[in-house]
C-alpha cells in the first residue's frame, strides 16, 4: 500500500514539558487509520500538528510527499479534517453554506457540489437551512465540506460525538465507502472503542505522549489468548472457587456468568469442577472473541494520563 502520511520522530514541547515524545508512523492511501489512547494521551495535539493548527518541536510530518515545516500550503492542500462538530452557518442553507466554503480552493463546480452532496446522502435537505438540521446531518454537511477539494487524506477527531446509534452508523458507512471507493486515507480518532473496530484497518494506541503500538485491527485482538464465557449461577460463589483453584489465571464476571482465559484443553476440567459443587447451576460455555476494549485496556493499563489535549 502506498503511504501518503509520515510522522517522523515529531516531538512537541511545550514549557520544557514534552507532550508528544518522539512518535513515528504512516498511513497508507485507502485505509481508515484509528488513532487511539485514553483522555489526554496526546491524540488532539498530534491532530493539531497535522493539520498545521500546532508548530512541530522537532521531527518532521509529511503529507504526498510535502512536509508541514518547509511546504505547509501544498502540505495541507491534501488534507480535509473535522474536529469535533463542524461549525456551520446556521442560517444559510446547506447549500449556500458549500458555495461559501468552495470558494476558498479554486476549480470546485456546482457539479463537484451536487456529486458530493449526493455522496453524503444530503441532496433531499440541501437547500433546507441548516438551523434545521440534526446533528448527523451537520456531520454530513461537514463532510461533504470536508471532500469538495478531493482530499487525499480525511482526519476525523471524534466524529460520532453526540451522535445516536443510526447517526453513528452512517458516520461509519461513509468512512468505509471514502477509503474503498475514494482509495482516501482516513485518520479516525474517537473514544468509542466498539466503533473503531468496525471502522478501522489498523490503529495506532498513544499514551503519555508516546506511541506505544500501530497493528491491524484483526491481529491486535486476535492474541494467543482464548478466553470462555460461562453462563452460571450464582457468578460470586463460582469465582471464587475458579480463582482458588486457578489462581494465575485472569477471570472476571460477566452478563450472563463468568470470562476465564484457559486454553481449551483446560475447559472439562473445570466443568468438572464447578459442576461438582452441587450451589453452582451451569447452563451454557461458549468460546468469545476479546474485542478492542478488551485489548486497549490491556495495553494502556486501564489507566487515563494527564492532560495533554
Given at each position: 500500500?502506498?503511504?501518503?502520511?509520515?510522522?517522523?520522530n515529531v516531538?512537541?514541547?511545550?514549557?520544557?514539558?514534552?507532550?508528544?515524545?518522539?512518535?513515528?508512523?504512516?498511513?497508507?492511501?485507502?485505509?481508515?487509520?484509528?488513532?487511539?489512547?485514553?483522555n489526554?494521551?496526546?491524540?488532539?495535539?498530534?491532530?493539531?500538528?497535522?493539520?498545521?493548527?500546532?508548530?512541530?518541536?522537532?521531527?518532521?510530518?509529511?503529507?504526498?510527499?510535502?512536509?508541514?515545516?518547509?511546504?505547509?500550503?501544498?502540505?495541507?492542500?491534501?488534507?480535509?479534517?473535522?474536529?469535533?462538530?463542524?461549525?456551520?452557518?446556521?442560517?444559510?442553507?446547506?447549500?449556500?453554506?458549500?458555495?461559501?466554503?468552495?470558494?476558498?480552493?479554486?476549480?470546485i463546480?456546482?457539479?463537484?457540489?451536487?456529486?458530493?452532496?449526493?455522496?453524503?446522502?444530503?441532496?433531499?435537505?440541501?437547500?433546507?437551512?441548516?438551523?434545521?438540521?440534526?446533528?448527523?446531518?451537520r456531520?454530513?454537511?461537514?463532510?461533504?465540506?470536508?471532500?469538495?477539494?478531493d482530499?487525499?487524506?480525511?482526519?476525523?477527531?471524534?466524529?460520532?460525538?453526540?451522535?445516536?446509534?443510526?447517526?453513528?452508523?452512517?458516520?461509519?458507512?461513509?468512512?468505509?465507502?471514502?477509503?474503498?471507493?475514494?482509495?482516501m486515507?482516513?485518520?479516525?480518532?474517537?473514544?468509542?472503542?466498539?466503533?473503531?473496530?468496525?471502522?478501522?484497518?489498523?490503529?495506532?494506541?498513544?499514551?503519555?505522549?508516546?506511541?506505544?503500538?500501530?497493528?491491524?485491527?484483526?491481529?491486535?485482538?486476535?492474541?494467543k489468548?482464548?478466553?470462555?464465557?460461562?453462563?452460571?449461577?450464582?457468578?460470586?460463589?463460582?469465582?471464587?472457587?475458579?480463582?482458588?483453584?486457578?489462581?494465575?489465571?485472569?477471570?472476571?464476571?460477566?452478563?450472563?456468568?463468568?470470562?476465564?482465559?484457559?486454553?481449551?484443553?483446560?475447559?472439562?476440567k473445570?466443568?468438572?469442577?464447578?459442576?461438582?459443587a452441587?450451589?453452582?447451576?451451569?447452563?451454557?460455555?461458549?468460546?468469545?472473541?476479546?474485542?478492542?476494549?478488551?485489548?486497549?485496556?490491556?495495553?494502556?493499563?486501564?489507566?487515563?494520563?494527564?492532560?495533554?489535549?
Amino acid at each position: 500500500m502506498e503511504s501518503i502520511v509520515e510522522l517522523k520522530n515529531v516531538t512537541k514541547v511545550i514549557k520544557g514539558r514534552t507532550i508528544i515524545d518522539n512518535i513515528s508512523f504512516q498511513v497508507n492511501k485507502g485505509e481508515v487509520f484509528g488513532f487511539l489512547g485514553p483522555n489526554g494521551a496526546g491524540k488532539t495535539t498530534t491532530i493539531r500538528m497535522i493539520v498545521g493548527l500546532m508548530g512541530i518541536s522537532s521531527g518532521d510530518i509529511t503529507i504526498g510527499g510535502s512536509s508541514i515545516k518547509t511546504d505547509f500550503e501544498a502540505a495541507v492542500g491534501h488534507i480535509g479534517a473535522i474536529v469535533e462538530n463542524p461549525e456551520m452557518y446556521k442560517f444559510l442553507t446547506g447549500y449556500q453554506n458549500l458555495v461559501h466554503y468552495a470558494r476558498m480552493s479554486k476549480g470546485i463546480t456546482k457539479e463537484k457540489i451536487a456529486e458530493t452532496v449526493k455522496l453524503v446522502g444530503l441532496t433531499d435537505r440541501i437547500n433546507d437551512k441548516v438551523k434545521t438540521y440534526s446533528l448527523g446531518m451537520r456531520q454530513r454537511l461537514g463532510l461533504a465540506q470536508c471532500l469538495l477539494h478531493d482530499p487525499d487524506v480525511l482526519i476525523l477527531d471524534e466524529p460520532t460525538n453526540g451522535l445516536d446509534p443510526a447517526g453513528i452508523r452512517e458516520i461509519r458507512d461513509y468512512v468505509r465507502l471514502l477509503a474503498r471507493e475514494k482509495n482516501m486515507a482516513v485518520i479516525v480518532s474517537s473514544h468509542l472503542l466498539s466503533e473503531m473496530e468496525m471502522m478501522c484497518d489498523r490503529i495506532g494506541i498513544i499514551q503519555n505522549g508516546k506511541l506505544i503500538d500501530v497493528q491491524q485491527v484483526k491481529e491486535f485482538v486476535s492474541g494467543k489468548e482464548t478466553f470462555y464465557e460461562l453462563e452460571l449461577t450464582p457468578s460470586e460463589i463460582a469465582l471464587d472457587l475458579i480463582r482458588s483453584s486457578y489462581p494465575d489465571v485472569r477471570t472476571s464476571l460477566s452478563r450472563n456468568g463468568i470470562t476465564v482465559e484457559l486454553p481449551k484443553e483446560e475447559i472439562p476440567k473445570l466443568i468438572k469442577m464447578l459442576a461438582a459443587a452441587e450451589e453452582i447451576q451451569i447452563y451454557a460455555v461458549k468460546e468469545t472473541a476479546k474485542t478492542l476494549e478488551d485489548r486497549f485496556l490491556e495495553v494502556t493499563g486501564n489507566k487515563g494520563a494527564e492532560n495533554r489535549d
